[in-house]
């Protein structure tokens, strides 16, 4: 077993590890899907949230025990990069890689801290009511520029991988989440305006995003908004066309 603790935590690496022999009797359910599962519990006095992912294939699990990062040390990995470039995200903690025969990947877990919050942008799309609706998108594009700013590509830049916080007087603080999937590069403007497109964001939203981005960036809004309008429609269409094609097969079988 491989473990990893932040400086911060060191002094409880038992606790740590309680934690993951637990996971599966202990903890309180947040996210269970068919590769990974999320529950929260308590280190110490503080909530803390564990992702586990299942033990990959074997072509993977080469891979990933001697080519590429796991998902738990990229996730550990990329949170430190996003907090030393002031991008909020939760603290990392600790990350836990089991190896088995061979030195092959077996079980990881990712540990970070939880973050209480009030709710992500799928909220904003289902409602065009949405109180301070276009204040909350202005505080977002900022966010995200600042995020691209620090040569950050969030390939997962999707509605519910961003937490928000109300601080109240109209101040929203904002969190990464699910981080494994992440380049870090210089981004063009029709990179940047390609990491908005799995938001989801309807014609009005968009016209938002595209005025603040256009105005934190000093581009023209009508160089950014069409470009903007294209990723997005393009994305939905894609989208759309998948779910149509396995409608159609489902009706066949």
């Known amino acids: 077993m491989k473990i990893i603790i932040n400086p911060k935590y060191i002094a409880q690496e038992k606790a740590i590890l309680q934690l ?10 947040i996210v269970e899907g068919s590769r990974n599962t999320i529950k929260s519990n308590v280190l110490g006095n503080e909530k803390v949230n564990i992702k586990f992912f299942q033990k990959p294939g074997l072509f993977k699990s080469i891979i990933y025990s001697f080519f590429r990062s796991t998902k738990a040390k990229r996730s550990y990995d990329y949170a430190n990069y996003l907090l030393n470039h002031n991008i909020p995200t939760p603290l990392p903690i600790a990350y836990i890689e089991e190896q088995g025969p061979l030195g092959l990947l077996g079980k990881s877990y990712y540990i970070s801290e939880q973050i209480d919050y009030d709710f992500t942008i799928r909220e904003l799309i289902h409602d065009p009511l949405f109180p301070e609706r276009d204040i909350i998108l202005e505080q977002f594009t900022e966010f995200t520029y600042k995020m691209h700013q620090a040569q950050v590509n969030f390939l997962d830049h999707s509605p519910g991988n961003t ?86 097969i489902g009706r066949k079988a």
């Open 163 to 248: 937490l928000i916080v109300n601080k109240g007087g109209a101040n929203y603080d904002f969190y990464l989440i699910d981080l494994n999937r992440m380049k870090f590069e210089e981004l063009s403007m029709e990179q940047r305006m390609d990491n908005f497109k799995k938001m989801w964001l309807s014609k009005q939203m968009i016209k938002v995003v595209a005025k603040k981005y256009a105005a934190l960036s000093n581009q023209p809004m009508d160089k950014i908004y069409p470009i903007l309008m294209e990723k997005s429609i393009s994305f939905k269409r894609k989208i759309n066309k998948k779910k149509y094609l396995k409608r159609k």
């Open 20 to 29: 993951v022999n637990s996971f599966f009797s202990e903890g309180e359910l």
